[in-house]
């Protein structure tokens, strides 16, 4: 018996350890037949043909385009990057010309690789996300995301909304913006925001203070030459390059090389430093009266530079070069001020600002940027540019000579004043002496300017400001290596910067440049392929297939990789859809498109498409547990019957979504381990032939194929008729084996007595 037993117990044994499962033999009756052909029939139903992804077509094509130049390597990043998914990229080189026609009018593509920089967007960053506006590539509508309580497209709503919240710089307007972001991103994902370049600039590493980033007017307090280095004659100045401006008049120019001079010796109406905080500056307070009406409050003591005929040597910024500085920007230059309604001086320090963002319309509109514009303004010297109007009396007369020579002899209340130049050779600015940067009677009695904080105490000893005129950056490359300026841009070219990175007399500066890269999306529902596709996602009903489609391209793609590739690993990887440096407007808990490609094919799936991925490892795709078996996708054994869906589909054709297939009170997964037939009720039957049923056997815990499941010596069915544990080695039935047992002790004890009498008796 104990022979038998254990042979049975090795070959299970060895069955179950190394998962070789045999069904034994029997015979195959109709219900077998039947529940396998039905298992059989739902495994060819699936709307893909089979359970495995067809890779040889893909899922669909899209038309992707740039302009000819190095964004090129970005689309053929993209092509790799959807390979994986099975969704092809038909690219377009196109010359700049025909890239903007089809970006602007014809609108034949489905996603492009562009660039967008300050002059696209202007302040209203948000504005070309838009119905209605001319650089809305991407094709926005409102009836994309129409909200009938809104009555027009939420996104829409917010851009609209930013517009008209007040004050300018409010939590509650920021907070708007941020919400307006992740919106954008979340429900419309119009684009997928990737890099920003960076510029480069190499300076003189004796130079202490400088912040590249702020710039040469805020850094200038914090400045100082530490030593002199090669080349260098004086540590009273620093010389930089400029090339050849032509007009000082802020009304009139339009040039780079101009508001280069002009920033250095004419104070902005505000300030806004390089994160977008503002701070007063010759406005010490912009009050609301209401949402169209703002006073404006002039900071008093701030001297103005000399004229250049020295006509009015002793003058001091009041309220009638703001309201003149701002009468003339609105009727006189070309820049779009249309915004200002209309202008009155209260007293000498106030002037009212009255605001009409909409001219067209019969009331006046807020605008929230009112602000911004005004950090962009230049305040003008009213009591020379005034000197003659026209007709009216009110409309300074620009043919009047003072105009003429402003253009060329600009003044104004900033820390510089033109002290001399060589037109072709160098401009000279010197530290205006009397000016109010330096002035703590001033800057100290308002706090709010946190002045020294910002701009510093101006005691680095440094005097002048020294600009070559130098059109090429190859000569000011060679003019900086021989130390004759003390820093040179060289963003164009890369080699220097490595060069100059292993030189300990250098420093290496960056900041981002204003703008950002990005791929976009044509929304356009007209185009008809499916990252336009604005119906519910079959497997996801809180998503549109089109929304889906574009959050598994954004998921696809490696923005590390990519820059790492085509960028050097270099430029700013961006996730807002904004400009990287807009400070305060960017919300830092933007939701991030992270390269993720189980996250891209699970998105696709919402969509209905098959990409093989499987959530739940269990041997079926997700979209054919969806479509077919009706399985949860996210649960590898859904019936809980010990057996993986994919088990039960593809190899034993049980039914994954019902325990007990064939319905004999015995899990299919229990059934299929211990080689019974889970296709075939087989519980009365006894597979060990140890006097148990199977469903026996189940129901105690014991394995129905070997007839002493706790080896202890005795079958299972021999156990239970004892009332001992079957499952238990230490606990078995107290028969013959006790009684043997016992008489061994007995004859033990007796021999054991009557060894000691025998011993008393010899003593004797």
């Known amino acids: 018996m104990k022979k038998r037993l254990n042979a049975l117990l090795l070959v299970s044994v060895i069955l179950i350890q190394g998962s070789f499962f045999v069904f034994p033999a029997m015979s195959v009756d109709l219900e077998f037949e039947k529940i396998t052909n039905n298992s059989k029939d739902l495994r060819s139903k699936s709307l893909y043909g089979t359970n495995e992804q067809n890779a040889t077509e893909p899922l669909f094509t899209i038309e992707a385009l740039t302009n000819i130049g190095p964004r090129e390597d970005l689309l053929s990043g993209l092509k790799e990057a959807l390979a994986p998914l099975n969704i092809a990229v038909n690219i377009r080189n196109l010359t700049w010309a025909d890239f903007v026609t089809e970006l602007l009018i014809f609108h034949n593509f489905d996603m492009m690789y562009v660039g967008f920089s300050y002059s696209n967007f202007g302040t209203d960053a948000n504005e070309v996300y838009k119905e209605g506006n001319n650089l809305n590539v991407w094709g926005y509508d409102t009836a994309l995301d129409y909200n009938a309580t809104l009555g027009t497209g939420q996104n829409q709503w917010y851009i609209e909304q930013n517009k008209l919240i007040l004050p300018t710089i409010s939590q509650e307007r920021i907070d708007n913006y941020w919400k307006w972001e992740s919106y954008l991103m979340e429900e419309i994902l119009p684009l997928i925001p990737t890099f920003t370049p960076y510029h480069y600039e190499a300076q003189w590493d004796n130079l202490e203070g400088y912040n590249y980033t702020e710039g040469i007017i805020q850094s200038w307090g914090k400045m100082a030459w530490n030593g002199l280095h090669p080349g260098q004659t004086s540590s009273s100045e620093l010389v930089v390059y400029n090339g050849n401006w032509t007009d000082l008049n802020p009304i009139n120019t339009t040039q780079v090389e101009d508001d280069y001079i002009i ?28 949402d169209t009406h703002v006073r404006l409050t002039v900071r008093k003591g701030i001297k103005w530079q000399s004229d250049p005929e020295g006509l009015f040597p002793n003058e001091y910024v009041d309220a009638r070069d703001v309201f003149f500085t701002l009468y003339t920007l609105k009727t006189i230059s070309n ?70 020579k402003f253009s060329s002899e600009a003044f104004g209340t900033g820390l510089f004043e033109l002290t001399a130049h060589n037109a072709n050779v160098e401009t000279i600015l010197s530290v205006f002496p009397q000016c109010w940067h330096m002035n703590k009677t001033v800057t100290e009695s308002d706090p709010k300017l946190e002045w020294e904080k910002r701009f510093g105490d101006y005691e680095g000893g440094i005097t002048t400001l020294k600009i070559l005129t130098i059109e090429d950056e190859e000569n000011a490359i060679e003019k900086f290596e021989k130390g004759q300026i003390d820093k040179v841009e060289i963003t164009a070219y890369p080699e220097k910067k490595d060069e100059y990175m292993g030189n300990a007399s250098l420093k290496i500066n960056r900041k981002l440049k204003k703008g950002f890269e990005c791929y976009g999306f044509n929304l356009r529902e007209n185009r008809g392929t499916p990252l336009q596709n604005r119906d519910v996602c079959p497997n996801n009903p809180d998503l549109s297939i089109g929304l889906a489609v574009r959050k598994a391209i954004a998921h696809a793609i490696d923005k590390e990789a990519l820059n790492d590739k085509y960028k050097n690993g270099e430029w700013h990887i961006n996730h807002h859809p904004i400009y990287p440096d807009y400070g305060i407007w960017l919300n830092q808990k933007i939701g991030r498109y992270e390269y993720n490609l189980t996250k891209a094919k699970e998105y696709l799936f919402y969509a209905g498409f098959e990409t093989g991925l499987d959530s739940d490892g269990d041997g079926l795709t997700d979209i054919y547990e969806v479509e077919i078996t009706h399985t949860n996708r996210l649960k590898a054994d859904t019936d809980n019957d010990g057996a993986t869906d994919g088990e039960e589909v593809n190899e034993h054709y049980t039914d994954p979504n019902n325990p007990d297939t064939d319905g004999d009170e015995m899990p299919d997964g229990w059934e299929i381990r211990y080689m019974l037939n889970p296709l075939l009720n087989d519980s009365t039957r006894d597979a060990d032939d140890d006097g148990l049923s199977n469903l026996e056997e189940y129901q105690l815990g014991t394995v129905p194929i070997n007839p002493d499941t706790d080896g202890d010596g005795f079958t299972d069915k021999e156990e239970v008729t004892a009332g001992t544990d079957p499952l238990d080695p230490n606990d078995y039935p107290k028969t013959k084996k006790t009684e043997i047992s016992l008489g061994v002790i007995t004859i033990l004890t007796g021999v054991s007595i009557t060894t000691i009498l025998l011993v008393k008796k010899k003593k004797r």
């Not at 920033?263 to 209401?290: C, F, G, R, S």
């Not at 807020?366 to 000197?387: G, I, R, T, W």
């Open 263 to 290: 920033e250095k010796i004419m104070d902005p109406l505000v300030w806004m430093d390089a994160n977008k905080i503002v701070y007063p500056h010759i406005l010490t307070n912009w009050q609301h009266i209401n």
């Open 335 to 404: 820049r779009d001020f249309k915004w200002i309604k209309d202008i009155k001086i209260i007293d000498d320090y106030t002037v009212d600002l009255f605001i009409d963002e909409e001219p067209g319309t019969t009331t006046n509109e807020p605008y929230a940027d009112f602000l911004y514009e005004l950090c962009k303004v230049k305040l003008l010297p009213e009591h020379y540019l005034n000197q003659t109007q026209k007709v009216d009396g009110k409309t300074p007369d620009t043919s009047h000579p003072s105009w003429k």
